[in-house]
C-alpha cells in the first residue's frame, strides 16, 4: 500500500484500455483515493470505472470537464477536494491529437492542442502547487505524459509534439521551482502503447521496433506512475523518463 492516505487526481481517463484507467487502477491497488476526469465518455463506462476502482477499498469519484475552457483547472480541484479530499499526486495524462502536416497545420489546430496539451497542464500544476502549499501539506508528485516528442519525428502530427514539447520544458523549470514545497514534477513518456488506436497494420510495422519483444501497454506507464508517486520515487524530479522497452525509431 504505498500509496495509502494520498489523494490522486487523473485527467484522461475515458476508456477501460487507456494509460489513465491503467494509472487509476495501479493507483487505487496501492491504497490511493482516485479523481478522475473525462471527457465525453459514456456515463455508463464512467459510472462503472468508478465502482470498479471503490472495490479496491478507496473512495473514488469521476467528472467529465472540457480542460480547453481556462477556468476549469480551479473547477476541477475544487471538485476533487470536496470528493475525495485535497489532491496529493497530479497526473496530467489528458491530450488533444489531430493529424496533420505541414500542409494542414493552421491556427485553429494550433490553438486546439496548445489549450488541452500545454495550457491545461500548466495551470492544472501550479494551481495544485498553490494548493499544496497553503494546505501546508509539505509533499506533492506532479507526473505528466509526453510522447517521445524529443526522441525522433513524428510524421503529421506538428501541433501535437509542438504542444507535447512544452510539457517536456515546462516539468524541468516547475520542478525547481517548487522542490522547496517538497513537490516532485516528472514526465513519462511510455512509447507508442496498445490502448486500442492502433490498426493491425500499424501494430505488425511497429512490432519488430521493440527490442524487448513486446507492445507497450498501459500497464506499464501506470507501474512507473506508481513509483514515481510512492516514496521511494522521492528523490527523482525534473525528469522525462522514457519507458520504452528499448523502442528503436527508424
Not at 494546505?135 to 504542444?163: C, F, H, W
Not at 519483444?213 to 506508481?226: F, I, K, S, W
Amino acid at each position: 500500500m504505498r500509496l495509502k492516505g494520498s489523494n490522486a487526481v487523473i485527467t484522461g481517463v475515458s476508456h477501460k484500455k487507456g494509460i489513465g484507467a491503467a494509472i487509476a487502477r495501479a493507483f487505487a491497488a496501492e491504497g490511493a483515493n482516485i479523481f478522475f476526469t473525462h471527457w465525453q465518455a459514456e456515463p455508463d463506462w464512467a459510472l462503472g470505472f468508478q465502482k470498479e476502482i471503490e472495490e479496491y477499498g478507496v473512495r473514488c469519484a469521476g467528472m467529465s470537464f472540457d480542460l480547453a475552457d481556462p477556468a476549469v483547472p480551479v473547477q476541477l480541484l475544487d471538485a476533487a477536494a470536496e470528493q475525495i479530499g485535497e489532491p496529493t499526486i497530479l497526473v496530467n495524462n489528458a491530450a488533444y491529437s489531430t493529424r496533420d502536416g505541414y500542409e494542414l497545420l493552421d491556427a485553429d489546430m494550433l490553438d486546439a492542442h496548445y489549450a488541452v496539451n500545454v495550457r491545461a497542464t500548466c495551470l492544472l500544476s501550479v494551481v495544485f502547487a498553490r494548493r499544496l502549499s497553503q494546505a501546508d501539506l509539505k509533499k506533492g508528485r506532479i507526473i505528466n505524459l509526453t510522447s517521445g516528442q524529443g526522441q525522433g519525428p513524428m510524421i503529421g502530427e506538428l501541433a501535437y509534439v509542438a504542444s507535447k514539447g512544452a510539457i517536456s520544458a515546462f516539468t524541468l523549470s516547475l520542478s525547481a521551482e517548487v522542490a522547496p514545497l517538497g513537490i516532485t514534477v516528472n514526465a513519462i513518456n511510455p512509447g507508442p502503447t496498445d490502448t486500442g488506436w492502433m490498426s493491425p497494420e500499424l501494430e505488425e510495422r511497429l512490432f519488430p521496433q521493440f527490442l524487448l519483444g513486446r507492445m507497450g501497454q498501459p500497464e506499464d506507464a501506470a507501474r512507473l506512475a506508481v513509483f514515481l508517486a510512492s516514496e521511494e520515487g522521492g528523490w527523482i524530479t525534473g525528469q522525462v523518463i522514457n519507458s520504452e522497452g528499448g523502442f528503436l525509431r527508424r
